[in-house]
Every structure is written in structure tokens, then in C-alpha cells.
């Protein structure tokens, strides 16, 4: 067994047991392992161990790499996406976890028209309030965005996606994890629909964001090692 293979193993136990301790359903948290940086070869050695999301932080890589990878690999942009990009990332991508913007989610709905795709989005929310971090932070803008996005033909709103600040306090990250989900809650409230998706946990915070209601997390270090 190769040194990722047995990482990934090791991680989908910790996160398994994470569920676990929330007393949530087995099936209710999807790891996506976030290949940025590594290498086409290192994705592989993690897809025939069984893995299928996979996540980059810049277009330019996605498009580098899958052409390489085999075909049923899920994709997700999870870095932060200039508009002129939107086009390159909808073709190569299934789902766009980096949505902060109505140009965006503009250019997102275009292309998507254009490739015949229907396009699975998250809004990305700051709710750490970090100055360095992009993201929605205003209420009023993420709810009048996720209204347009609900009534694009060929975008499929799934839900809210953050990050933690880097150093946080356990307090501190789930504070904000769950600050996450109550937004969710409340759009899903005020607007009638089901935003099933809070991709939120890292490897270091993972644990607290499945505690607070995590649906995705996105591990890369704990799998493929220190970039």
C-alpha cells in the first residue's frame, strides 16, 4: 500500500469516527481530497485507492490535470475564482465551491448554458470576518445572491462553504462553523428551499466542523502530506 493510500485509509476512519461521536448518519459527510500542488500521479495513487472528489484551488491546475485522470473523477474548484476563469472552470469542473460574487455566479450560469452542464455552486461566506479571506460577508447580498442562483436554469445552488480561521481556538472554530450553519438554516427558511451542503473542516479543524454539521470537508495535507 502506498504512504497516500494509507493516509487516506487512516483519515476516512478519523473521519468516520467523527461522525460518530456527532451521532450523525454514516453517509452524512463526504471527503474531498484537495490534490492542489500534487501531482497528476499523486491523484491517481488516491483514486485507485478507492477515492473519487477531488479538489483544486486554481483553474490553471484543474485544467492541467484531468485530462490526465480517468473520466469519473468529480472535480471541485474550491480556491477563489476570478470571473475571466468562470469559462475554464465550468468545463472542467462539477461543482464550484467558491461563489462570492453575482458577477460570478453570472459568468458561472453562462458557461454552463454554453456547455450544456448544469453547474452544482456553493456561496462562500467569510464568517470569520478576516480581512485576508474572500467571501460574502454581508446577509442582505448572500441572500440576494443565492435567490438569483435559485432560479438559474443551469446552476444548481447546494449550499454555503467557509474556512476557519487559521489559528482558532476549538471554541472559536466551532463558533464559526455553526455561525455557517445557521446562515444556512435561515436561507433555507426565508427563501423555501434545501441547501443540503456546508463544505467547511480542513485537516486541522475537521473534527469541529463535523461536530457542527459539516457535509463536505476538505483534506488535503492529512492525505497527500506538506506541500
Not at 504512504?3 to 478519523?14: D, G, H, K, Q, Y
Not at 484543474?62 to 468562470?86: C, F, R, T, V, Y
Not at 461563489?99 to 462562500?124: F, P, T, W, Y
Request: with cysteine.
Amino acid at each position: 500500500m502506498s504512504a497516500i493510500a494509507r493516509n487516506l485509509s487512516e483519515v476516512r476512519e478519523a473521519v468516520a469516527d467523527e461522525v460518530r461521536k456527532a451521532s450523525r448518519a454514516a453517509d452524512s459527510v463526504r471527503l474531498l481530497a484537495v490534490s492542489k500542488t500534487f501531482p497528476a500521479e499523486d491523484v491517481k495513487e488516491a483514486y485507485d485507492a478507492g477515492q473519487r472528489m477531488f479538489g483544486e484551488n486554481r483553474v490553471q491546475e484543474l485544467e492541467a490535470k484531468a485530462p490526465l485522470l480517468p473520466a469519473d473523477i468529480e472535480w471541485h474548484l474550491i480556491g477563489h475564482l476570478q470571473s475571466n476563469k468562470a469559462a475554464k472552470a465550468v468545463e472542467h469542473a462539477s461543482w464550484i465551491h467558491s461563489v462570492d460574487s453575482g458577477k460570478l455566479l453570472e459568468r458561472i450560469a453562462k458557461a454552463a448554458e454554453q456547455h450544456g452542464k448544469i453547474m452544482n455552486v456553493l456561496l462562500e461566506v467569510n464568517i470569520s470576518g478576516e480581512a485576508s479571506k474572500f467571501g460574502l460577508r454581508d446577509y442582505g447580498e448572500i441572500r440576494e445572491i443565492a435567490s438569483r442562483a435559485l432560479k438559474m436554469q443551469h446552476l444548481r445552488l447546494r449550499g454555503l462553504m467557509t474556512m476557519a480561521e487559521f489559528d482558532a481556538s476549538e471554541a472559536r472554530l466551532h463558533e464559526t462553523f455553526a455561525g455557517l450553519r445557521a446562515m444556512r438554516d435561515r436561507l433555507e427558511c426565508e427563501l423555501a428551499v434545501q441547501l443540503p451542503e456546508l463544505s467547511m473542516g480542513m485537516s486541522s479543524d475537521y473534527p469541529a466542523a463535523i461536530a457542527e454539521g459539516a457535509t463536505i470537508v476538505r483534506i488535503g495535507t492529512a492525505i497527500f502530506g506538506r506541500r
